[in-house]
């Protein structure tokens, strides 16, 4: 059975991770994985698999994690409340451990009413911090939810999601305090734009002592262009893009845009490193799997490390 999670071991190590993501297709295309799984080789830690991400429906994420495997990277399973109650996403854990998936990141989800699905049924039997619970005690205690034992437990590097720019700001900090007492080995924040919300949010983090207990991965995603920057700002809900970034992409010439949203992404990049209580970056290139590894050159983050 294979070994334990890579991404663990590196953070442990005391190195700063890099993660990226790769968004599962619209249909059972695996040649569509394995070619967004290339320029991701060698470049990231760790790979995320999306869940029915928008609340559209792709290719199942345990399905696609298998096959990013296959292809050499380290998956992170994406795992979502929205879709499944507890006996589902207990033998979805299972069956994912048992191919070989040792991350698993867990998550409320978009709700479906922003999908192409808007009469489906929201499950939510439970709640992201008492997903992450759930599976603690499967890894740590041997346990089901119902109380009976595994025969052999799913031993999962626990991962959760913190959105430090939703409102009230001085929330946030509270519940990431409760993702790190239900067992959330690391985080992966929201994209990140407002870096002084940032700086404030890693500050009482920093403060409150959940630093110490848990990793936290900054997330960053690198603006194509003026357009993409405004659909961000105005309709995506939880990100804040300040107008500093707007601006600055406004002022450069349109085919010169893209460059200029990998400049502050690495500029960004540059500052987590140096940050105290920030153990590494999660960069979300959506659908721009390919630019990967020029992020990753420019922002000097390469190699990466090789763990035994």
């Known amino acids: ?96 451990y048992c191919h070989g998936l040792r991350n698993i990141l867990c998550l409320s989800g978009d709700h479906q009413q922003f999908g192409d699905h808007p009469n489906a049924k929201g499950v939510y039997d439970i709640d992201s911090i008492q997903l992450i619970n759930m599976v603690k005690n499967m890894r740590d205690e041997g346990k089901f939810a119902g109380g009976a034992e ?61 630093t110490e207990k848990t990793y936290i991965l900054a997330g960053v995603t690198p603006m194509k262009s003026l357009g993409m920057a405004k659909y961000m700002k105005n309709r995506v809900p939880g990100i804040d893009v300040p107008d500093e970034v707007i601006n600055r992409l406004a002022g450069v010439d349109k085919k010169k845009q893209a460059d200029e949203g990998i400049k502050i992404a690495c500029e960004q990049i540059e500052e987590f490193k140096e940050t105290k209580g920030i153990a590494g970056v999660h960069l979300m290139a959506i659908e721009w799997e390919h630019k990967v590894p020029e992020i990753a050159e420019r922002a000097k983050v390469l190699p990466r490390p090789v763990m035994d």
């Open 1 to 96: 059975m294979k070994a334990g999670s890579n991404l663990e071991k590196i953070l442990r190590a005391g190195h700063f991770a890099f993660t990226g993501e790769l968004g599962p297709p619209r249909g059972c295309n695996v040649e569509h994985v394995r070619e967004k799984a290339v320029p991701l080789k060698g470049m990231v830690d760790m790979v995320n698999i999306t869940d029915n991400q928008t609340a559209m429906v792709r290719m199942s994420s345990w399905a696609a994690a298998i096959i990013a495997l296959e292809e050499g990277l380290e998956p992170n399973y994406q795992m979502v409340c929205r879709d499944r109650n507890r006996l589902a996403m207990q033998a979805d854990i299972l069956g994912a």
């Open 150 to 210: 595994i025969d052999v437990p799913p031993k999962f590097f626990i991962g959760a999601a913190a959105n430090p720019f939703g409102e009230p700001y001085e929330w946030r900090v509270h519940r990431l305090a409760k993702k790190v007492a239900a067992g959330a080995d690391f985080i992966q924040t929201q994209c990140i734009y407002n870096m002084d919300l940032m700086r404030e949010w890693i500050k009482q983090a920093n403060d409150m002592g959940l």
